[in-house]
T-cell receptor, first 112, second 113 residues
Framework: RKEVEQDPGPFNVPEGATVAFNCTYS??????FFWYRQDCRKEPKLLMS???SGNEDGRFTAQLNRASQYISLLIRDSKLSDSATYLC?????????????FGAGTRLFVKA | SQTIHQWPATLVQPVGSPLSLECTVE??????LYWYRQAAGRGLQLLFY??????ISSEVPQNLSASRPQDRQFILSSKKLLLSDSGFYLC????????????FGSGTQLSVL
């Protein structure tokens, strides 16, 4: 089992739609969680941190479920500019020390 | 504010040639520094990280090496490139103890032919 798993997609949605991505992680000792956005041939950029209480930033809502070991990202009212790959990132201690693990990403295409 | 510079943006090198990619960070002191590689359509693979000058940890065995000659400078090198070294190389920094939020440079697309 991969340490961080994401559905690669692609998710094809019309403008204005609501779309949700999930990400599961295997290390129960994981401590911090993030979503990054990566445009084609560009560097990943931090989108938002993910907290147990859930957090919202405009049209984006992130949620963490420690019991089930997954995090989610909800995008409301999708825009064309939301088209990108969304990377799930998990930090925590494992046998090799403190690690930052990136998921392979979920591709989103928002269509007019 | 903090900025990270990485160059070159693209590089085409023949097999067996040397490599040197450079990354510098401004606006912060004693950052943690990282080199990642991303193969086409794949996730990010951590190659090296550094918590201080001259301190390099290698995550995967390979023909690449890294050096940190100055606090805010991180260099990725190879003496002889392989075809399998092609990929998108990303330098990143984080604040020590800052929850490991990573901030990336703009990346170098390396093609080994």
């Amino acid at each position: 089992r991969k340490e961080v798993e994401q559905d690669p997609g692609p998710f094809n949605v019309p403008e204005g739609a609501t779309v949700a991505f999930n990400c599961t992680y295997s290390n129960s000792a994981s401590q911090s969680f993030f979503w990054y956005r990566q445009d084609c041939r560009k560097e990943p950029k931090l989108l938002m941190s993910v907290y147990s209480s859930g957090n919202e930033d405009g049209r984006f809502t992130a949620q963490l479920n420690r019991a089930s070991q997954y995090i989610s990202l909800l995008i409301r009212d999708s825009k064309l500019s939301d088209s990108a790959t969304y990377l799930c990132v998990v930090n925590g201690l494992n046998t090799g020390g403190f690690k930052t693990i990136f998921g392979a990403g979920t591709r989103l295409f928002v269509k007019a | 504010s903090q900025t990270i510079h990485q160059w070159p943006a693209t590089l085409v090198q023949p097999v067996g040639s040397p490599l040197s990619l450079e990354c510098t960070v401004e606006g912060t002191s004693n950052p943690n520094l990282y080199w990642y590689r991303q193969a086409a359509g794949r996730g990010l693979q951590l190659l090296f990280y550094s918590v201080g000058i001259g301190q390099i940890s290698s995550e995967v065995p390979q023909n690449l090496s890294a050096s940190r000659p100055q606090d805010r400078q991180f260099i990725l090198s190879s003496k002889k490139l392989l075809l399998s070294d092609s990929g998108f190389y990303l330098c990143a920094w984080s604040v020590p103890g800052g929850g490991e939020k990573l901030f990336f440079g703009s990346g170098t697309q390396l093609s080994v032919l």
